[in-house]
């Protein structure tokens, strides 16, 4: 789930994608999106809409680079691609871990403390807790849901996110994407998959195929 800004503020993000960006992690983030796009108008009401016009254009923004790696690729680029089904398992493991993860015990973990507050989310079937925003320090708008559709929301400074989100905000050496899905992985007890950085390039897989042919002849 993508970090958004509060719908009062009219802060016009920057949509800017890192060159770098893992191309796992760009569809990952095109995934969140549903989970985002639910939560604002539980999280906004009336006021959403702004935030969901941001959104709108961050998908924008995703899908365009996602269609320029994939023209790379068909055009014979020395690119990994886009759609290697390598990168369906971490997505699939991604998926399980938001859904599994105990979004409190991240918290705790991390050294934030939350409270029940008796509340329920039916859209999301998950318990309501409360507690100090680890971000802004507020003492009481800081809310998180524990479920299996768990986020957590600060109503004064709007930061907002999933269970993957919060562990790559503040769990020590677990800044991107894999890092944060294994750490919850880890934490489940699931196995991990071959790392995406590790993945050939179309370069290395036609030397591979032509040292198999001269090994073969």
């Not at 503020?9 to 999106?33: F, G, K, M, Q, Y």
């Not at 769990?171 to 991107?176: A, D, S, T």
Request: overall charge positive; hydrophobic content about 40%; aromatic content about 8%.
């Amino acid at each position: 789930m993508a970090i958004v800004p509060h719908a009062t503020t009219r802060v016009t993000p920057d949509l800017t994608l890192p060159i770098d960006l893992p191309t796992v992690e760009l569809r990952a983030r095109l995934e969140a999106l549903a989970y985002t796009r639910a939560d604002l108008v539980e999280m906004y009401g009336g006021a959403a809409e702004y935030s969901r016009s941001i959104l709108e254009e961050h998908e924008r923004v995703l899908r365009r680079e996602l269609a320029r790696r994939e023209r790379l690729y068909r055009a014979g680029a020395d690119v990994p691609d886009p759609r290697d089904a390598r990168w369906d398992v971490w997505l699939g493991l991604a998926r399980e871990a938001r859904e599994r993860a105990d979004i409190v015990q991240v918290l705790a973990d991390a050294g934030h403390q939350v409270y029940d507050t008796g509340g329920y989310s039916r859209r999301r079937d998950a318990r309501e807790y409360a507690g100090p925003c680890p971000w802004c320090g507020g003492r009481d708008r800081f809310r998180v849901w524990r479920g299996r559709d768990s986020g957590y929301w600060c109503r004064r400074c709007g930061v907002a996110g999933d269970v993957i989100a919060l562990v790559r905000n503040l769990i020590p050496g677990c800044e991107g994407f894999l890092s944060a899905v294994a750490y919850l992985a880890r934490e489940l007890g699931l196995s991990l998959p071959d790392d995406p950085a590790t993945m050939p390039t179309r370069h290395v897989v036609r030397l591979r195929a032509v040292e198999v042919r001269r090994v073969a002849s």
